[in-house]
């Protein structure tokens, strides 16, 4: 067979096999505690050279970039056989949160099948997607199969702490990695959601909410505790955070919000108003705990700093506040922040990270349609908007376009978005059957 009639081919693959790939292939990596502790402090070193002997194995070169101590990425290249197309950035993290194995009922880096689930840190956020990745490049390569058009595959340290050893620091230092490359996909997409009447929908990615975490200063006059003082800095503080952290945003409707909800409201009977989405929430489930957020902007009080005795009123106090807006929302929630908290409070910009939207169509969205539909006839794509980020932020600013497309089928009664950072994490092994298998359709045909 010729490249050309292997690459029309739909069955050069061993589909069982690229299954127990990936099953065995995200065990292993759970096994590696590549955990991240923020502040710079991490090491996704065994992790990387384990990604790195996987494609080596079947002969697929790469690059191991160090950012730091212990900082380290993976970059590998797929060629395709159209040379003249933009190529498919395909992309995961490597590193996990920490977990406090007194609170899980298993070892959270022990890779242990049971009850129907691979259980472990990473397990969902995002081990899976990488082993999927790898799984599907490997069988690739066995079958001497070339993809439609170039895919650039890349592992990154860091996502789980701001990115600046991963993404974020090749995009910087490294961009010419991503010269000819137009368009992206990555976690936090592509799962199903069942909701009321039993339609299964399958969320993917394409709207991220941008974050302003904000350091809250207020500066009064210092003195004895058993003093009236009407100056106090704590008492601003408080005022200011209590304000802030009480606030009831008003809903927004955004181009992805808008298309999620009345596909909701289509489904389920109801009447989508854009002005109050919410009694649409108890139609979603679990979802409901992230998808409440992404109506609205927020506003969180999270840290608080003031004193250092008791008998003392400090001369200043110190709040932060989580903020996140919803794309074209962030000088709005700017400025009514900075009403909430007053001409007495100074207000410092921590960290900034931009919102994303893309549009919901195109070659890209119809294979990831068709991919979902060879193997699940009944599901219904649908766009949503994501509360937090995923690694695209960075690849946004070289001008790729990305999506969340990490497709996994899930029990109707599974609460997927408490498992992110959570304990007990874990993701179910017909799950990951299906996702590898509408991963590797999508690729072949994207």
């Not at 009447?197 to 009064?220: M, P």
């Not at 608080?304 to 000088?331: C, H, M, T, W």
Request: glycine share 10%.
């Amino acid at each position: 067979m010729d490249s050309g009639a292997m690459a029309e081919s739909t069955g050069i693959l061993d589909l069982a096999l690229l299954e127990e790939e990936c099953i065995s292939i995200c065990q292993e990596m759970i096994r590696i505690p590549s955990v991240n502790h923020g502040g710079g402090v991490g090491d996704e070193r065994a992790m990387a050279d384990y990604v790195a002997k996987k494609l080596a194995e079947v002969g697929i070169a790469s690059e191991l970039i160090v950012t730091g101590e212990n900082r380290v990425n993976v970059v590998a290249k797929i060629v395709g056989r159209d040379q003249s197309r933009p190529g498919l950035v395909l992309h995961g993290h490597l590193d996990v949160v920490p977990a406090n194995p007194d609170d899980w009922s298993v070892d959270p880096f022990g890779g242990i099948i049971k009850d129907g689930y691979l259980w472990g840190r990473g397990a969902v956020d995002m081990k899976d997607m990488d082993a999927m990745i790898l799984a599907t490049v490997r069988a690739w390569k066995r079958a001497n199969y070339q993809p439609p058009r170039n895919i650039l595959l890349l592992f990154f340290a860091d996502e789980e702490a701001g990115s600046e050893f991963g993404s974020r620091y090749l995009v910087a230092n490294r961009p010419e990695l991503f010269e000819g490359y137009s368009e992206a996909i990555s976690e936090v997409g592509g799962f199903s959601v069942t909701i009321t009447g039993g339609h299964r929908l399958y969320f993917i990615e394409g709207a991220q909410k941008g974050i302003n975490w904000l350091q809250l200063t207020a500066k009064g006059e210092a003195g004895h505790g058993s003093f009236i003082n009407p100056e106090n800095a704590v008492t601003k503080l408080a005022g200011a955070v209590s304000r802030i952290g009480e606030y009831e945003w008003p809903q927004i409707e955004t181009k992805t919000g808008a298309s999620f909800w009345a596909k909701i409201a289509e489904l389920t009977g109801e009447k989508y108003d854009p002005s109050n989405v919410r009694p649409l929430l108890k139609h979603i489930g679990g979802a409901a705990r992230m998808m409440g957020a992404t109506v609205q902007n927020t506003s969180n009080p999270t840290m608080l700093d003031a004193g250092y005795k008791a008998n003392v009123i400090p001369q200043s106090a110190k709040a932060v506040i989580d903020g996140r807006f919803l794309p074209g929302f962030e000088k709005e929630m700017l400025e009514t922040i900075s009403k909430l908290a007053g001409e007495e409070i100074e207000i410092e910009v921590l960290v900034r990270d931009k919102a994303l939207e893309v549009d919901f169509q195109g070659p890209l969205v119809d294979a990831m349609r068709a991919a979902i539909a060879k193997f699940d006839p009944e599901g219904i794509p649908v766009p949503y908007l994501m509360s937090g980020g995923t690694d695209n932020k960075a690849l946004s600013d070289l001008g790729i376009i990305g999506y969340g497309f990490s497709p996994v089928k899930l029990p109707p009664d599974l609460d997927f978005f408490a498992l992110f950072h959570g304990v007990d994490e874990r993701i179910p092994i017909d799950g990951l059957r299906f996702g590898v298998k509408v991963l590797n359709e999508f690729l072949q045909n994207c």
